[in-house]
């Protein structure tokens, strides 16, 4: 089965560092990785996709992931971090033929210090 | 960007009601999905609908739990004996066409579902 892990709960950067979400998952054939972002009181806004091709995908917001077969990781990264970005980011995975039955990590919250 | 609708936002329900959250997914999609996320857990999947029927769903969606697509717009989710453990946020989503898989998703801003 597929599973997801994002081993940071709680990251706090200060704006205008940079930042790394990290994210692992477990699959058995190539996945495909998603990051989602939820703002409070809204729903999970789409940051990102991946299903083959450039391992290293752009996102909006100025966010990037890159896919690593070897570690089973998909971090999600931003080189200069505004104090908008704070929300919680969601890495995950789903499957071909799967329409989209998506397996979410349990999130990691990012606060942003001005 | 288009969006999808759900309503109420937060709903108040004493165990053993039942609910209905109600979720306007957007026009030209295709597919329908339920996801839920109990507080401080991960978002779990619940039910795909596709074609007025379910095309899959989890060991979480049991017989208390129904889907229908009433007419052209509306897509919603019936629990019809609300336990203490449904207290949760549900997510509606809906995508625009067939795959493998990697179409995108977009999801409503969720109901909170509280059962007291």
């Known amino acids: 089965a597929q599973s997801v892990t994002q081993p940071d709960i709680h990251i706090t950067v200060s704006e205008g560092a940079s930042l790394e979400l990290r994210c692992n998952y477990s699959?058995?054939?190539?996945?495909?990785l998603f990051w989602y972002v939820q703002s409070p009181g809204q729903g999970l806004q789409l940051l990102l996709k991946y299903f083959s091709g450039d391992t290293l995908v752009q996102g909006i917001k100025g966010f990037e992931a890159e896919f690593k077969r070897s570690q089973s990781s998909f971090n999600l990264r931003k080189p200069s971090v505004h104090w908008s970005d704070a929300a919680e980011y969601f890495c995950?995975?789903?499957?071909?033929?799967?329409?989209?039955?998506?397996?979410f990590g349990t999130g990691t919250q990012l606060k942003v210090e001005l | 960007e288009p969006e999808v609708t759900q309503t109420p936002s937060h709903q108040v329900t004493q165990m053993g009601q039942e609910v209905i959250l109600r979720c306007v997914p957007i026009s030209n999609h295709l597919y329908f999905y339920w996801y839920r996320q109990i507080l401080g857990q991960k978002v779990e999947f619940l039910v795909s609908?596709?074609?007025?029927?379910?095309?899959?769903k989890s060991e979480i969606f049991d017989d208390q739990f129904s889907v229908e697509r009433p007419d052209g717009s509306n897509f919603t989710l019936k629990i019809r004996s609300t336990k203490l453990e449904d207290s949760a946020m549900y997510f509606c989503a809906s995508r625009e066409k067939t795959g493998g898989g990697g179409e995108k998703l977009f999801f409503g801003s969720g109901t909170q579902l509280s059962v007291l």
């Open positions: 995950a995975v789903g499957r071909l033929g799967g329409g989209n039955k998506l397996t």
């Open positions: 699959y058995g054939a190539t996945p495909y």
């Open positions: 609908f596709y074609n007025n029927e379910i095309s899959e």
